[in-house]
């Protein structure tokens, strides 16, 4: 993971981060969310979905988290608080309403960090990756997260919370050329390809990326 030196380009190249971002709002939206609510954002990176939540939602107050300091990102953002820190780690403010796009696939323990969840907010909507997702890099290079499916998150927000639910969705995005794909992949900072070979990656000869997305929403 190398978001903290690809935010510079991580705008231009984060074309499913943004259609998950807009997914999510919509979601939200038909879940039935209220506007007005004091609200975090867990990894808000650059804004993208920041600024969509805002301009759906009108949040009476949010609070946005990341776990590198993006602040000069966020210039154009209207928001309460930055909080610095991996939130796993650090104290949850009390808030109407946590919100998440495109993070919680990184959770070191997505359970213990749900149930933190659940103790500061009365709801949850998220989006996160799942399994299957960027199916060729993991077939080709070995490498990958170890994302749950979607019965595994669901049986551990079931398990949390009071309503839950979700839906699932399956992404393919088509390149020119297999450097192509990887070159997006490398300027999002989301894979660890890096460390492979160089022959490896010559020999890499797929053009397209599938992605995997579940939308969650959590009441108590």
Request: with cysteine.
């Amino acid at each position: 993971m190398n978001f903290d030196k690809r935010f510079n380009t991580y705008d231009e190249n984060a074309h499913i981060q943004k259609h998950v971002a807009k997914n999510l709002v919509k979601f939200l939206s038909e879940m039935g969310v209220e506007k007005r609510k004091k609200a975090l954002e867990i990894g808000c990176g650059t804004g993208i979905f920041s600024k969509k939540f805002i301009e759906n939602f009108l949040p009476s107050q949010l609070f946005l988290n990341d776990i590198y300091d993006v602040e000069k990102y966020l210039k154009d953002i209207k928001y309460n608080d930055f909080i610095l820190g991996d939130i796993e780690n650090i104290d949850l403010p009390r808030v109407d309403i946590v919100v998440s796009s495109s993070v919680f696939q990184w959770l070191k323990d997505f359970k213990i960090c749900i149930e933190k969840i659940y103790k500061s907010s009365e709801e949850l909507g998220f989006s996160m990756y799942i399994t299957g997702n960027l199916k060729e890099i993991r077939e080709h290079f070995g490498v990958s997260l170890k994302y749950l499916s979607i019965d595994e998150i669901v049986d551990i927000l079931k398990s949390i919370f009071a309503k839950v639910e979700w839906r699932e969705e399956k992404v393919e995005i088509e390149f020119n050329t297999p450097m192509e794909a990887l070159k997006h992949l490398k300027n999002t900072g989301v894979t660890g390809i890096e460390r492979t070979s160089i022959q490896k990656i010559r020999s890499y000869k797929e053009k397209k990326l599938t992605y995997r997305v579940g939308y969650f929403y959590c009441k108590n």
